[in-house]
């Protein structure tokens, strides 16, 4: 009877332990959904209708009659062209590296991608480094034609160009796969019946690919309505610089500033929304395909018009020169000297470290005309400790956020698989999918505003403002909190997808089988189901890693002395450049900088990509092809030693 009261303590201690797990569980996620998505959001909403007591209307009324709408506008405009010719050379580079025979199709390709190795506030700066006043083609064009404005590449075109070549990295990835995935059967039963080449591609192989194409147009559409690097940095009037600016300022510069950027947050928030509600509704209507029993893979496509593959030749090459030219030029000038940068010439002589590493003084001619001397203002990438911070605090801040999302969205999922069908599993990841339908700069915004103040602390204390600096989330260091918060939640929807579609590899079998031989739930998921689903988990921490460690939207909206990324140093390289004898090595520094990111980004999609993506099979192979590489090495070896012995 005793042995029989034991045993049922220990159940009840059991029971109430996981009921603890449990409550604290579903405390911390709600915390998480509430104070992280919903009521920021929500504040800035009110932030719209109470900026003026006396006029809920006035914010809008101001809006209206103000010329906010033009930034609209110009979002607007930009985002419709964005679409057009992102679509336009996306699909061409797809075309010619894996539908057409293209000569040198292969070294196409990897122009074509290096978009995927460095984007953003780099891939911007890269090209300001050729067209801009002072770019290498711009200096080279002004002695061609000595009247030419040399201001020529900033305003809509120049954002409109540098966005139409950076916006491709999608096509490159998702659009090819769909080429890919193309029943060659199809295409050889048209050709068959008599259609010619480009009659078979926009008859049989575009109706294929349409709902591809119709989520990159969404995709393209929303990058380029929130557009944020190229319009700063290439002076262009939208939505997302606006917010930032009404950010920065203050009732004494000019009326309802924060109410404003709420406001144009909200308008963003609206359109994306839209577009992403059509989109789905598109996908529910379901897309079919009829191919044959036995698919075959798809066999390039020759132009047999010999005017018409000239022509699909020069293009092809002419854009791998646009995609080349800055990568190329970038990590030249990234080893040349300060004369050789400051002149855009190159110097065959001039080949350096000093981009990267060291420093070296600099003389100057004052404005008095006196000569004089700057210690170390010629400084490396590593040796300047503006960039260096940068860089180490994106990383951190990066490797927190990109964990931090991944630790979450394995256990969700988990969650979601053991509870299939029923309610609360499909809510939660509803919850979890919602940073996909708001803008990255409303997040970003409603952060700054609501957490700049203790009062979201000191509701619960009465309205106690003694531990003001404590709490308040904007204050000095604590930004860096509020911006890895803002990286976690932006990236848990792209992990969610990722990580759940891992989970449905697992057997379910496995699972019953550790079940069976007593495992609990935690050892199971640890010993069982993380095992089979921690290549994906990883991919997707190094994929959001990477893509965070150059981010620039969220860094602008959160811009502080105290949480200045990697991507705002290098911003601010592009504007404060020789400034009073300081600083005057920034360009170098910024094509060191672009050439660290690339190898970086290059590095963690070889693991994903490369190595990662390889099956066990791949693995394998590769395996027993070095050992039997090493065994002959070493028998090479072995008889060399043999005959060194033979002959003493």
């Known amino acids: 009877m005793t042995g029989y009261k034991i045993g049922e303590e220990d159940s009840y201690g059991i029971k109430l332990s996981k009921t603890l797990v449990k409550v604290f569980c579903v405390a911390f996620f709600v915390v998480l959904f509430l104070c992280f998505m919903v009521i920021p959001c929500i504040n800035t909403i009110a932030k719209v209708f109470t900026a003026d007591e006396s006029d809920p209307m006035a914010v809008i009324k101001f809006f209206l009659a103000g010329n906010m709408p033009k930034y609209v506008f110009n979002s607007l405009k930009l985002a419709v062209l964005l679409t057009i010719t992102v679509n336009v050379v996306g699909i061409s580079i797809v075309l010619l590296t894996e539908y057409f025979d293209i000569k040198g199709a292969k070294i196409l390709r990897l122009g074509y991608m290096t978009t995927l190795i460095y984007s953003g506030v780099a891939l911007v700066t890269g090209y300001l480094f050729l067209y801009d006043n002072d770019g290498m083609l711009t200096a080279w064009l002004s002695k061609l034609f000595p009247g030419m404005n040399k201001q020529w590449f900033s305003g809509f075109w120049a954002v409109l160009f540098t966005m139409t070549f950076a916006c491709t990295s999608n096509h490159a990835l998702f659009l090819r796969n769909g080429i890919r995935s193309i029943d060659y059967n199809t295409v050889e039963a048209a050709r068959n019946l008599g259609a010619r080449p480009f009659k078979v591609l926009f008859r049989v192989v575009f109706p294929t690919l349409l709902p591809t194409l119709f989520s990159l147009t969404v995709m393209t559409f929303i990058t380029g309505l929130c557009a944020m690097s190229a319009p700063t940095l290439l002076g262009y009037d939208s939505i997302n610089p606006e917010i930032v600016r009404l950010a920065g300022s203050s009732v004494a510069d000019e009326a309802f500033p924060q109410a404003r950027a709420a406001l144009l947050s909200v308008i963003l ?180 505003i609501f957490y700049n103040s203790s009062t979201w602390f000191s509701i619960g204390l009465g309205g106690n403002t003694l531990l003001n600096a404590d709490f308040n989330l904007y204050y000095r260091e604590n930004v860096r909190f509020l911006i890895v918060m803002a990286y976690t939640v932006v990236k848990l929807p792209f992990a969610l997808r990722m990580i759940k579609a891992a989970f449905y590899a697992i057997d379910e079998e496995l699972e019953d089988a550790a079940r069976n031989l007593g495992a609990g739930p935690l050892v199971t998921f640890l010993r069982v189901k993380l095992p089979i689903v921690l290549p994906s988990v990883l991919a997707v921490f190094a994929l959001n890693f990477n893509s965070l460690f150059t981010e620039y939207d969220m860094s602008a909206t959160f811009h502080s002395s105290y949480g200045k990324s990697y991507a705002m140093v290098i911003q601010n390289m592009c504007f404060e450049e020789g400034r009073e004898g300081y600083n005057v090595n920034a360009t170098g520094r910024r094509c060191a900088s672009t050439v660290f990111i690339m190898v970086v980004s290059g590095l963690i999609l070889y693991l994903v990509y490369g190595v990662g993506a390889r099956d066990l099979g791949d693995r394998l192979a590769l395996r027993e092809k070095r050992r039997k590489r090493l065994q002959k090495l070493t028998g090479v070896f072995r008889r060399k030693a043999a005959q060194a012995e033979e002959e003493a």
């Open 269 to 448: 928030a609206m359109f994306t929304i839209l577009l992403l509600t059509v989109l789905s509704s598109y996908e529910r209507k379901g897309h079919y395909l009829s191919v044959s029993k036995t698919k075959a893979k798809l066999q390039k496509q020759k132009i047999t018009n010999p005017v018409a593959n000239v022509l699909a030749h020069i293009y092809a090459y002419v854009l791998f020169v646009i995609y080349m030219t800055p990568v190329v030029m970038i990590v030249l000038f990234a080893f040349q000297n300060y004369p050789a940068i400051r002149s855009k010439a190159l110097d065959l002589k001039g080949w350096t470290f000093i981009n990267f590493f060291g420093s070296q003084d600099f003389e100057y001619m004052t404005n008095r005309g006196k000569l004089k001397l700057r210690e170390g203002a010629i400084s490396g990438l590593f040796s300047n400790a503006d960039t260096v911070g940068g860089i180490r605090l994106s990383f951190i801040l990066s490797a927190i956020a990109a964990a931090l999302a991944c630790v979450i969205v394995v256990v969700v999922v988990n969650y979601i698989f053991k509870n299939k069908g029923k309610k609360r599993s499909v809510a939660l990841e509803y919850c979890m999918l919602l940073p996909w339908l708001l803008p990255t700069v409303l997040i970003c915004y409603s952060y700054r």
